[in-house]
């Protein structure tokens, strides 16, 4: 752990160096990682566009809905009260919005930002003087479908705290720490990073990097015969390392398993999924 956390301060004195030269127009935080679920810190980096004036650009594609969960730990609830300073935010409903591909958006704190996006045409948006959403939105001329999905399914599931809707978002973040915590008993797997939302990712016990990387890949296999449909990830050695004391560091990166528990069904299924990846294991010594 120390190493990380030396790897970090080492990367935050570079990253204020390039601030202070004054060439960059635009940071973009991460509320939720694909690989990891990591959330980036939002009021640090706001601290920072206050020093040296760059836009922030929140990445909320995955994570935006977690705002909604009663159960963030007190860092991550810090990071979601700083969102609304954000210059610009995506959020995308085809993920925890229950809505299909296709459904997505970008917000804009200043509406005035919609004029860099307009197109000039010939033949439409004449009704008004003022700006057109035909003009100025992403989604211009295409199908209204994913648009009226979604407004329906917020009419019936209210983006509420403790609404029906964001008790699924808290379900899963409860299903993605008993699931950590299950893991951490386990002599087969070598959890990482605690999970800040719903997405845990793991490694394989093994000798060093390059076992734990084969093993890992045995693992998906197994699992998927027995009907556990796992991810797979890779993470920089030294990252593993640091949470696997006893893990030689013999390759850059180490192939790791991941499982997104984004379903509120699955916080009754970690008994079932845990015996499943146990028994994969065993199988793939």
Same mark, same amino acid.
């Given at each position: 752990?120390?190493?990380?956390?030396?790897?970090?301060?080492?990367?935050?004195?570079?990253?204020?160096?390039?601030?202070?030269?004054?060439?960059?127009?635009?940071?973009? $935080?991460?509320?939720?990682?694909? &690989? #990891?679920?990591? +959330?980036? /810190? !939002?009021? %640090?980096?706001?601290?920072?566009? @206050?020093?040296?004036?760059?836009?922030?650009?929140?990445?909320?594609?995955?994570?935006?809905?977690?705002?909604?969960?009663?159960?963030?730990?007190?860092?991550?609830?810090?990071?979601?009260?700083?969102?609304?300073?954000?210059?610009?935010i995506?959020?995308?409903?085809?993920?925890?919005?229950?809505?299909?591909?296709?459904?997505?958006?970008?917000?804009f704190?200043?509406?005035?930002?919609?004029?860099?996006?307009?197109?000039?045409?010939?033949?439409?948006?004449?009704?008004?003087?003022?700006?057109?959403?035909?003009?100025?939105?992403?989604?211009?001329?295409?199908?209204?479908? $994913?648009?009226?999905?979604?407004? &329906? #399914?917020?009419k +019936?599931? /209210? !983006?509420? %705290?403790?609404?029906?809707?964001? @008790?699924?978002?808290?379900?899963?973040?409860?299903?993605?720490?008993?699931?950590?915590?299950?893991?951490?008993?386990?002599?087969?797997?070598?959890?990482?990073?605690?999970?800040?939302?719903?997405?845990v990712?793991?490694?394989?016990?093994?000798?060093?990097?390059?076992?734990?990387?084969?093993?890992?890949?045995?693992?998906?296999k197994?699992?998927?015969?027995?009907?556990?449909?796992?991810?797979?990830?890779e993470?920089p050695?030294?990252?593993?390392?640091?949470?696997?004391?006893?893990?030689?560091?013999?390759?850059?990166?180490?192939?790791?398993?991941?499982?997104?528990?984004?379903?509120?069904?699955?916080?009754?299924?970690?008994?079932?999924?845990?015996? !499943?990846?146990?028994?994969?294991?065993?199988?793939?010594?």
């Amino acid at each position: 752990m120390r190493l990380a956390a030396h790897a970090a301060r080492d990367a935050q004195a570079q990253g204020r160096l390039v601030l202070a030269a004054g060439d960059v127009g635009t940071v973009v $935080a991460t509320l939720g990682t694909t &690989a #990891t679920g990591a +959330l980036d /810190p !939002l009021p %640090r980096l706001l601290a920072l566009r @206050a020093r040296f004036g760059f836009r922030l650009h929140v990445d909320a594609a995955y994570g935006g809905y977690f705002g909604l969960a009663e159960g963030l730990s007190p860092d991550a609830r810090a990071v979601y009260d700083a969102l609304a300073e954000a210059d610009s935010i995506v959020i995308d409903p085809h993920k925890h919005g229950l809505q299909p591909y296709g459904c997505g958006c970008v917000l804009f704190r200043d509406p005035a930002a919609g004029q860099l996006y307009k197109h000039d045409s010939p033949y439409t948006y004449f009704s008004s003087a003022e700006l057109h959403l035909g003009e100025i939105s992403l989604e211009c001329s295409r199908p209204g479908a $994913a648009a009226v999905a979604l407004w &329906a #399914t917020q009419k +019936l599931l /209210p !983006l509420q %705290r403790g609404g029906e809707f964001a @008790a699924g978002l808290d379900a899963s973040l409860s299903a993605a720490r008993d699931f950590w915590q299950e893991l951490d008993e386990s002599e087969h797997f070598v959890p990482l990073l605690r999970p800040e939302l719903d997405i845990v990712v793991y490694a394989v016990a093994a000798a060093d990097a390059q076992e734990s990387s084969d093993r890992a890949r045995k693992v998906f296999k197994a699992a998927a015969q027995r009907g556990l449909h796992l991810a797979m990830v890779e993470l920089p050695a030294e990252l593993v390392a640091a949470n696997a004391s006893n893990m030689r560091v013999t390759s850059g990166s180490v192939t790791c398993l991941r499982s997104v528990l984004m379903k509120p069904e699955h916080a009754a299924w970690i008994e079932r999924i845990m015996a !499943l990846l146990e028994d994969s294991a065993a199988a793939s010594r």
